[in-house]
Antibody, heavy 121, light 113 residues
Framework: EVQLVQSGAEVKKPGESLIISCKAS????????IGWVRQMPGKGLEWMGI????????RYSPSFQGQVIISVDKSINTAYLKWSSLKASDTATYYC??????????????WGQGTLVTVSS | QSVLTQPPSVSGAPGQRVTISCTGS?????????VHWYQQLPGTAPKLLIY???NRPSGVPDRFSGSKSGTSASLAITGLRAEDEADYYC?????????????FGTGTKVTVL
């Protein structure tokens, strides 16, 4: 069974750094891209970026380029999302998701449970 | 700002049929990229509902169906049930300059009356 298990909720102050994680199991981690999706309170889904665990090749949405860093440690089947300096506007639930598909048609077939990040002074 | 537009809400009585539209453009759905649908029950993570325009993953009831035409797509729910009350999102691929590659719709809240 494919599973993506994310790290727990975080409460941080503006300016602090943060790394959240997404541990994969039940499939060959290096063969599937992992994406990150933001959902602000009461709002919709926004794609942030995606990484290929085998070589760490990463693509970012223009809206998130330079704001976060996506990485992986393939030795422990885990993807990460990192902020260097949080802002109140980063308050949201963040999901990791496995990409599936072929050609130019891609979807996210398995999702983590989400990590709620709250940034408040 | 999402490039795929959905109605904010739709509602129906139990047993009825409801449809949710997803309107894109020539840089995404109109290019021929497939549309996929996700269901997000309250307080939970999104779940894949339809992939490749009209394919259901194992375990998804056949009450859910998808279609695509031109620059738009639709999700239909027949025999509406109380447990279908959720938010629904479409998703496609977009290659226009400066766009996010993976674009989601604005989301639609389905209410069962």
């Amino acid at each position: 069974e494919v599973q993506l298990v994310q790290s727990g909720a975080e409460v941080k102050k503006p300016g602090e750094s943060l790394i959240i994680s997404c541990k994969a199991s039940g499939y060959s981690f290096t063969n599937y891209w992992i994406g990150w999706v933001r959902q602000m309170p009461g709002k919709g889904l926004e794609w942030m970026g995606i990484i290929y665990p085998d070589d760490s090749y990463t693509r970012y949405s223009p809206s998130f380029q330079g704001q976060v860093i996506i990485s992986v440690d393939k030795s422990i089947n885990t993807a990460y999302l990192k902020w260097s300096s949080l802002k109140a506007s980063d308050t949201a639930t963040y999901y990791c998701a496995r990409r599936q598909g072929s050609g130019w048609n891609w979807w996210f077939d398995s999702w983590g449970q989400g990590t709620l990040v709250t940034v408040s002074s | 700002q999402s490039v795929l537009t959905q109605p904010p809400s739709v509602s129906g009585a139990p047993g009825q049929r409801v449809t949710i539209s997803c309107t894109g453009s020539s840089s995404n759905i109109g290019t021929g990229y497939d549309v996929h649908w996700y269901q997000q029950l309250p307080g939970t993570a999104p779940k894949l509902l339809i992939y490749g325009n009209n394919n259901r993953p194992s375990g998804v009831p056949d009450r859910f169906s998808g279609s695509k035409s031109g620059t738009s797509a639709s999700l239909a729910i027949t025999g509406l049930r109380a447990e279908d009350e959720a938010d629904y999102y479409c998703q496609s691929y977009d290659t226009s300059l400066g766009s996010s590659l993976y674009v989601f719709g604005t989301g639609t809240k389905v209410t069962v009356l």
